[in-house]
């Protein structure tokens, strides 16, 4: 197995400078809904207090961040250490999907200037709250994954960091290798805890939450979604990178991945359409509204990567396999959005609709994580496929 080692080259490109112009478009945006408020800067409501940022920058955001866990799940659970080279990518896209989430939740909390009290204020804590479990599993989750990722960083600054990062880095390198048992079993605990936990945040709206959506399986489902989102994304981004940084793709393993994508895919609708059918509520996909459109399209598109890479020969092909990726990522992303915003029902007095500076600074977030991933590739040994010559 190649060693991973930095992609190499300028940080400062076209391409990186346009994302960072994003991104601070988004920042003084984030600034103006700081010390302006909510009202100002978004579209929520009574009726709608959670939108896009949490539908998208959470919900979404933390399920397409789930490759380090969907990854530490096969090479640490399963034994099967011929994914490790994938270990390193997927843990850095967790670990800057989840900051950029919590964040995401920091820029929504109406008095944000005190979400410190949130892990402090212990003896404050409601038991019997799913967004507290959420709130706290996220949390911690963001730490468990730089922990997991540091020794990348170490290893870099032990050979040309400052001289006190080389002397930290020989230092704090073996505790963080000794403490890894601890660590890589925090770190496949957490995310099963919080992503079944938003859809269990999502039973609590009752009978406000459409029947077609409303499950006591919403747990259940919201798991199997974000494994196969985390395996979706590993090969997205396994295949672009190998791509935009000439280094040999791993398609044999990836083809390998796909294979465990495809049974996920089968067993998500299988176990909607059996609720649907148990609780009696097949007929409502036949209502020709819109609800009922957007399950049917939530189907189609889970059901779409099992039928693209159903042969051998699709699953090695590495165009195929992005393409795949693409539409699972866009399945899980659907199905979640539809759950926090399509499928909920405040009144018919209320609606929501994203403002534009919700959109900028979501879209602003996003560039800014992938200049974050550019910028530490490029500088820390995170990707091993070798170069193509």
Known sequence: MLRAEPVGGSISTPGTRALLGVFGLGALLIAWR??????????????????????????????????????????YIFNNGRYHALVRPALLTSALGYSLAGFGVFIDIGRWWSIWKVPV????????????EVALCIMSYVVVLWIELSPAFFEKWQQDGPSFLRGFSRTALPIVEKLSVPVIALGVLLPTMHQSSLGTLMLLAGVRLHPLWNTPLLPLLFLISCVSMGFAVVVFESALSASVFRREPETAMLATLAGVMVPLQVVYVAVRLGDLAVRGRLGLLVQADTRSFMVLVEFALALAPAAMLASRASRRDLGQLFRAALVLMFAGAVYRFDTY?????????????????????????????IFAYVAIVKMFPILSGARQR
């Open 34 to 75: 700081l010390v302006a408020g909510l009202g100002s800067a978004t579209a929520l409501n009574d009726g709608y207090p959670l939108g896009l940022w949490i539908a998208f920058d959470v919900v979404t955001g933390t399920a397409l961040a789930c490759g380090g866990y969907s990854i530490a799940l096969l090479v």
């Open 341 to 369: 915003l399509v499928a909920f029902t405040p009144g018919a007095n209320w609606s929501y609709f994203p403002s534009v500076s919700e959109m900028a600074i979501t879209i602003g977030l996003v560039a800014f994580e």
């Open 121 to 132: 204020y212990f003896w404050r804590w409601n038991f019997n709250s799913a967004l507290l």
